[in-house]
């Protein structure tokens, strides 16, 4: 069965300080995969999304990640946090032509001003 | 373009009652997805409906049940509450359903407290 696992609860974070939330899928097959944002009080937002090709992506406000297939793992990355990326992120999965997505658990970043 | 939209936005509920949920996808958007997010269990997928039919249901009891209409607007029943079942019901909406264009817009979710 599909899973995806993301490594940190909650993250504290200094504004300025560089971000990677972990993130590893369990997939035989083809799989996209996608970083979703839950800023307090708001809707689930793409952040940013695998489908193939280059597997160095970015996505907006700055944000990328790195998929790599050895390691079943698609990790968020951000150079410097700032205060207003407090909020929950969640890696999710789909595979093949199946629509619907499997997301990890969440990770609830809080930056420090 | 108008977003995902869901109704009601809160609702309150007894054990053993039953309830229904309603969900507007974006126009043109011809999928819907529902899942139910709790603060131990995270996001679980409910089901998948793609013109009226559903594609794929995730690992819930018979008690959980949607649709689809014509005009791609969704609904979720469940029926006989349990206090489990409080939580935030989100709705996705995507042009199509499965593969890799498979980019899915959430709505602001339907928050259930069953009492």
């Known amino acids: 069965a599909q899973s995806v696992s993301q490594h940190n609860h909650h993250v504290i974070l200094s504004e300025a300080a560089s971000l990677e939330l972990g993130c590893n899928y369990s997939?035989?097959?083809?799989?996209?995969l996608f970083w979703y944002v839950q800023y307090p009080g708001q809707h689930l937002q793409l952040l940013l999304k695998y489908f193939s090709g280059d597997p160095l992506v970015k996505g907006i406000k700055g944000f990328e990640a790195e998929f790599i297939k050895s390691k079943f793992s698609f990790n968020l990355r951000k150079p410097s946090v700032q205060w207003s990326d407090t909020a929950e992120y969640f890696c999710?999965?789909?595979?093949?032509?199946?629509?619907?997505?499997?997301f990890g658990k969440g990770t609830k970043l809080s930056v420090k001003p | 373009k108008a977003g995902v939209t869901q109704t009601p936005r809160y609702l309150i509920k007894t054990r053993g009652q039953q309830v229904t949920l309603s969900c507007s996808p974006i126009s043109g958007h011809r999928s819907v997805s529902w899942y139910q997010q709790t603060p131990g269990q995270g996001l679980q997928f409910l089901f998948e409906?793609?013109?009226?039919?559903?594609?794929n249901k995730g690992n819930f009891p018979g008690r959980f049940s949607g649709r689809q209409f014509s005009n791609s607007r969704s609904e979720m029943n469940v029926s006989t509450l349990e206090l489990g079942d409080s939580a935030l019901y989100l709705c996705?909406?995507?042009?199509?359903?499965?593969?890799?264009?498979?980019?899915?817009?959430f709505g602001p979710g339907t928050r259930l407290t069953v009492l």
């Open positions: 409906y793609f013109s009226e039919t559903q594609r």
């Open positions: 999710a999965v789909n595979g093949g032509s199946q629509g619907n997505l499997i």
């Open positions: 996705a909406s995507s042009l199509v359903a499965g593969g890799p264009i498979n980019e899915q817009f």
């Open positions: 997939y035989g097959g083809t799989v996209n």
